[in-house]
């Protein structure tokens, strides 16, 4: 992969799910699962996750299998797995 690409995973990048509770990252960007993830991630875009935004994980509800409470800019959602699988993010 191009490094340079928005996309492209860095070499310290995790994705969401994996961040830790009250972490504050940077998201570098999302990938495409499927060929309707453009859809989802125009979606995710729409909503404030972009590339150079904070984001930060308040609460789980299961760890790894349910959703978790996300904070993004001044906003805060919730996402599924699937969801935050796909952002990128590294440690701000």
């Given at each position: 992969?191009?490094?340079?690409?928005?996309?492209?995973?860095?070499?310290s990048?995790?994705?969401?799910?994996?961040l830790?509770?009250?972490?504050?990252?940077?998201?570098?960007?999302?990938?495409?699962?499927?060929?309707?993830?453009?859809?989802?991630?125009?979606?995710?875009?729409?909503?404030?996750?972009?590339?150079?935004e904070?984001?930060?994980?308040?609460?789980?509800?299961?760890?790894?299998?349910?959703?978790?409470?996300?904070?993004?800019?001044?906003?805060?959602?919730?996402?599924?797995?699937?969801?935050?699988?796909?952002?990128?993010?590294?440690?701000?």
């Open positions: 992969m191009n490094p340079t690409h928005p996309t492209a995973p860095s070499s990048s995790i994705t969401l799910d994996t830790p509770v009250h972490v504050v990252a940077t998201i570098q960007g999302i990938r495409t699962a499927t060929k309707d993830g453009a859809a989802l991630k125009r979606r995710l875009m729409e909503l404030g996750f972009v590339p150079g904070r984001v930060e994980v308040l609460r789980r509800v299961l760890v790894g299998h349910g959703p978790m409470a996300v904070r993004v800019g001044t906003s805060t959602f919730a996402m599924r797995p699937l969801e935050s699988s796909l952002i990128e993010v590294v440690h701000a």
